[in-house]
């Protein structure tokens, strides 16, 4: 089974420059995540879809930051325009529906490899 | 924010040594995950121990969960080279909302 496809892998740009970043979650997730990753620490969550709807992005910085999941399927995140301080990792993930167990429940979540965004 | 933080910040052992990190945090949580991150991949599930949980093992990785200390460690024995890589708590909070520590580096020598 595929994992989380993400590209491009790497992308340099100059600030104020748009940048795009496309994923392709797990065949049947219908749960997606984006983080970022900045150098020397864990990702943060900047927004996560269940199907096409973000049901939570209160951490993604809207003045320059979008994204979408037209189909509930594929995705994009968008910075326009970029600044410096956004070089990082940007993560995708995906995870199945929360499982139940007993009466605790948990979701696990598959990532894939990450776009390094360099903005000189 | 990070929720989590873990402790120590590297950590350079020799192979066949085991390896032990710690992981605290602030508020109550559903359970906690731990990662593994090689140079320039994404993060890889390693193991999630719940609430109500207190230790779970899984091949060489053994980990504790103390609720009320909010403190975590994850274990590592007879480390090898290929253990080499950056190790993150990440804690999902009732709301499944997942949240990451900055991690510990850990360097397994031949």
């Known amino acids: 089974e595929a994992g989380v496809v993400q590209s491009p892998r790497y992308k340099i740009i100059e600030k104020k420059q748009p940048v795009a970043f496309w994923c392709n979650p797990i065949s049947g997730h219908n749960t997606l995540y984006w983080y970022r990753q900045n150098l020397g620490q864990g990702p943060e969550l900047l927004i996560r879809y269940e199907n096409e709807e973000a049901v939570d992005d209160s951490q993604l910085p809207k003045d320059r930051f979008s994204a979408e999941r037209l189909k509930g399927v594929d995705s994009t995140l968008k910075i326009q325009p970029a600044e410096l301080g956004d070089s990082a990792v940007y993560l995708c993930?995906?995870?199945?529906?929360?499982?139940?167990?007993?009466?605790?429940?948990?979701?696990?979540?598959?990532f894939g490899p990450g776009t390094r965004l360099t903005v000189l | 924010s990070q929720q989590g933080e873990e402790d120590p910040q590297a950590l350079s052992i020799q192979e066949g040594e085991n390896a032990t990190m710690n992981c605290s945090y602030k508020?109550?949580?559903?359970?906690l995950q731990w990662y593994r991150q090689n140079s320039g991949r994404g993060l890889v599930h390693l193991i999630l121990i719940r609430s109500n949980e207190r230790e779970k093992h899984s091949g060489r990785l053994r980990v504790t969960l103390d609720t009320s200390k909010k403190s975590s460690s994850l274990l590592i024995t007879a480390s090898r080279a290929a253990d080499t890589a950056s190790y993150f708590c990440a804690t999902e909070r009732y709301d499944y909302k997942l949240s990451f520590g900055a991690g510990t580096t850990v360097t397994v020598r031949a």
């Open positions: 508020t109550s949580i559903n359970n």
């Open positions: 993930a995906s995870s199945l529906p929360f499982r139940l167990a007993g009466d605790l429940s948990y979701n696990e979540q598959f």
